[in-house]
């Protein structure tokens, strides 16, 4: 019998969140209605829930903040789809399908989880270990992410509406001396 990889099985799992960010997806994706081509999410700044998640998973990537979710299992909600489905739909317009995004954060999860892969690799510790590891990984990171956010919105309720927004605030984690680099490599002006 084949086993299972690792990332398949991450894939299935549906990670959870802290119930107070329910409101906040609401309000700015398609989350908990589901989508199709009558529905309404035209007016919405991102499009089905998983965005945001992957948006605020990131923020935690990349500033490296983890939130735990809380102890109380009635705090927690379970997302609604499995990470595997996550970026599969092309449906509007000029918009692509990302599938290759669940693979950017399994390989971020990878780098910053603390899995014993030669144990793994020898049946020592199991599978559904080393994924319990990466979703509870998932859902800190995202978890921060989600508390970044609502902060921002708290202090402005159109941040998230803003063009810049979100790249203003990932630039925000790049080192100032990486960006200084950065501005050395731009060809001279031909003027």
């Not at 919405?44 to 945001?52: C, D, F, Q, R, V």
């Not at 939130?67 to 789809?81: A, Y």
């Not at 590891?133 to 202090?155: H, R, S």
């Amino acid at each position: 019998m084949a086993r299972e990889k690792l990332f398949d099985a991450w894939a299935r799992r549906n990670p959870q969140f802290d119930k107070k960010y329910e409101e906040m997806l609401r309000h700015y994706c398609e989350y908990g209605k589901g989508t199709n081509e009558f529905s309404s999410d035209r007016a919405k700044i991102l499009g089905a829930g998983y965005e945001l998640y992957i948006v605020a998973f990131f923020i935690g990537l990349y500033a490296d903040g983890t939130k735990s979710l809380p102890e109380d299992p009635t705090k927690r909600k379970v997302f609604g789809q499995p990470i595997e489905y996550w970026g599969n739909v092309e449906r509007r317009g000029l918009r692509q399908a990302y599938p290759q995004l669940r693979q950017y954060i399994f390989m971020g999860l990878l780098a910053r989880s603390d899995i014993d892969f030669l144990a793994l690799d020898k049946d020592e510790i199991r599978l559904s270990k080393a994924v319990d590891i990466l979703i509870d990984k998932m859902e800190e990171y995202a978890n921060f992410g989600f508390d970044v956010i609502q902060e921002k919105l708290e202090e402005d309720s159109s941040w998230l509406s803003r063009n810049q927004s979100l790249l203003d605030l990932f630039l925000s984690f790049v080192p100032k001396e990486v960006q200084a680099s950065d501005d050395d490599d731009e060809p001279e002006s031909l003027d």
